[in-house]
Nanobody, 119 residues
Framework: QVQLVESGGGLVQPGGSLRLSCAASGNSFSTNIMGWYRQPPGKERELVAIIKSGGSTNYADSVKGRFTISRDNAKNTVWLQMNSLKPEDTAVYYC?????????????WGKGTLVTVSS
């Protein structure tokens, strides 16, 4: 059973930085896509950033220039460096992993880590 273990959330002041990490474990396959989604209070879950195994990335417009996603394919680990944080970045951040095996997609989610941006 695949598990995604997140860490790095917490309380930070506006303008501050946090780094989230997520490690996938439970099978011997390499992930295809890894990424981060978030769910602000009272809102739906939304894309933050994803990164493919080849290194290509996609960011939400709201985080471009402030957040950076990176990964280690050998360790099936993904990070999200968040700089210049704003109160509107407050949300539960969920790690996402996609495996593409024998033509089928298998998608997994972490339990989430809370990021609160407040003075």
């Amino acid at each position: 059973q695949v598990q995604l273990v997140e860490s790095g959330g917490g309380l930070v002041q506006p303008g501050g930085s946090l780094r989230l990490s997520c490690a996938a474990s439970g099978n011997s396959f390499s992930t295809n896509i890894m990424g981060w989604y978030r769910q602000p209070p009272g809102k739906e879950r939304e894309l933050v950033a994803i990164i493919k195994s080849g290194g290509s990335t996609n960011y939400a417009d709201s985080v471009k220039g402030r957040f950076t996603i990176s990964r280690d394919n050998a360790k099936n680990t993904v990070w999200l460096q968040m700089n210049s944080l704003k109160p509107e970045d407050t949300a539960v951040y969920y790690c996402y992993a996609n495996y593409r095996l024998w033509g089928a997609d298998y998608n997994y989610w972490g339990k989430g880590t809370l990021v609160t941006v407040s003075s």
